[in-house]
């Protein structure tokens, strides 16, 4: 990173920015790139740099039909934790959680890493005994977690109701104390500057329209800014899978569902670590500009609209309130939603499709954004050496077939009740 002296700083932020270097090129698309990647969220923008890093692969393209960090990237809640049960999904995160540690640091950039910890909250026996043994699971899996009592969990974290008279009385909580948060868009700005200077293209406003697919093989992609030849492409494109695998004539075990989530007005520090309710689906956190960022469940209608609706923002605020009374009189300052791929099993697919050349990272359901590191980097060694990298092997899309399902209860979508 190029360093800045405080009179180069002072001199730019009173031209108004207009002196700043471009953080990564923009430059035309070559004719061909031995690997095109479609999506420029933090999947794909991870793959290209570990593709270029950890591989020397670097006649890659990133192709994004926006702006990069305008996706998934930049519209989702910024929790990081590794806190599964099903062996596959605990090396996954587990492994994914250890990069985030050393992140900033690989990509010269501050993505804003905090591990303030998470709490998943038990309201009743049939809870904290089923947190209890995901505890114990992650234990013999060494990751470290601990269950807290009420009382210990009044201690951590004063302004959450822990009174017996509460809507929804806890009686405990599973602390992970290595998960936290990222700061979500930058985390998109540090790979693709990162991959920029290793040589990848980032193409944004490119548009993939059409596959150009002869004798079951993947050779190029129809664009926006033209046609663009391939030796290997790789989908990861979050909640819009499903039409463009629908271009090579694939259908997938997947539906699209809309996630919402808001912040408040800023505020003064209260609460220092991410609480999440099972029972309810909420999950919330302070941001370091004082926001209070609170999530619930999807919308339980299949789309790939990024707009919110007043019904599911009212039950957010009333999921909050049970958990944080005192936040009654915060005034909420804007909302936003993306767009969720809901596998079958509630886990993703990452691998080879039926076309040769053409491979999928997709299906994240709620768990995208923390993955991100592992999944760039175990989808930049399958692209690399064209076959699953052991580390996302079981997440095959043949496992549709063999029955070979990863059920983490996180489940696909569910119908709700009337």
């Not at 934790?81 to 250890?98: G, H, T, V």
């Not at 700005?189 to 944004?204: C, E, F, S």
């Not at 695998?245 to 699209?256: D, N, Q, S, V, W």
Request: hydrophobic share 40%; glycine share 12%.
């Amino acid at each position: 990173m190029q360093p800045y002296s405080a009179l180069s700083l002072f001199k730019n932020a009173w031209s108004g920015h207009r002196n700043w270097p471009r953080a990564w090129r923009d430059p035309e698309p070559e004719k061909s790139y031995d690997v095109v990647i479609i999506g420029g969220g933090g999947h794909g923008l991870a793959s290209a740099y570990y593709l270029a890093r950890n591989h020397g692969i670097k006649n890659v393209a990133v192709l994004e039909k926006g702006y990069i960090g305008g996706g998934n990237t930049g519209r989702n809640t910024t929790i990081i934790r590794s806190d599964y049960y099903q062996e596959a999904n605990s090396r996954l995160y587990e492994f994914s959680l250890k990069l985030w540690e050393g992140l900033s640091e690989d990509l010269n950039y501050n993505i804003m890493v905090s591990q303030r910890g998470t709490l998943q909250l038990a309201h009743d026996e049939g809870q904290w005994s089923s947190l209890s043994r995901l505890a114990n699971r992650m234990q013999v899996n060494g990751i470290a977690a601990e269950m807290i009592t009420r009382e210990e969990l009044r201690k951590l974290v004063p302004v959450l109701d822990c009174s017996e008279h509460a809507r929804f009385p806890i009686l405990g909580a599973m602390r992970q104390a290595r998960g936290g948060t990222a700061r979500h868009d930058a985390v998109a700005w540090g790979y693709a500057r990162a991959a920029d200077r290793l040589g990848v293209h980032i193409l944004q406003n490119c548009e993939v329209q059409g596959m150009d697919i002869k004798h079951n093989r993947i050779v190029g992609l129809q664009t926006s800014r033209g046609y663009i030849g391939a030796g290997a492409v790789g989908m990861a494109v979050a909640g819009h899978s499903s039409h463009v695998a629908a271009m090579a004539g694939l259908k997938l075990p997947i539906e699209t569902h809309m996630l919402q989530a808001m912040v408040s007005e800023p505020l003064k520090p209260v609460l220092d670590t991410v609480v999440m309710a099972g029972a309810l689906h909420a999950y919330v956190s302070q941001t370091d500009k004082g926001e209070i960022v609170m999530g619930s469940d999807l919308e339980f209608y299949p789309s790939y609209a990024q707009r919110g609706n007043l019904p599911r923002i009212e039950q957010i605020a009333q999921e909050t309130l049970a958990l944080f009374p005192s936040f009654s009189r915060l005034r909420l300052m804007r909302t936003w939603g993306g767009v969720n791929d809901m596998t079958m099993d509630g886990s993703p697919i990452i691998g080879r499709t039926p076309v040769d050349g053409l491979y999928l990272n997709g299906g994240w359901c709620y768990g995208g954004f923390k993955a991100t590191p592992g999944s760039g980097w175990a989808f930049a060694d399958t692209l690399a050496n064209q076959k699953p990298a052991e580390l996302i092997a079981p997440y095959s899309l043949e496992r549709f077939f063999s029955g070979h399902v990863i059920d983490e209860s996180g489940h696909g979508p569910v119908p709700q009740a009337q």
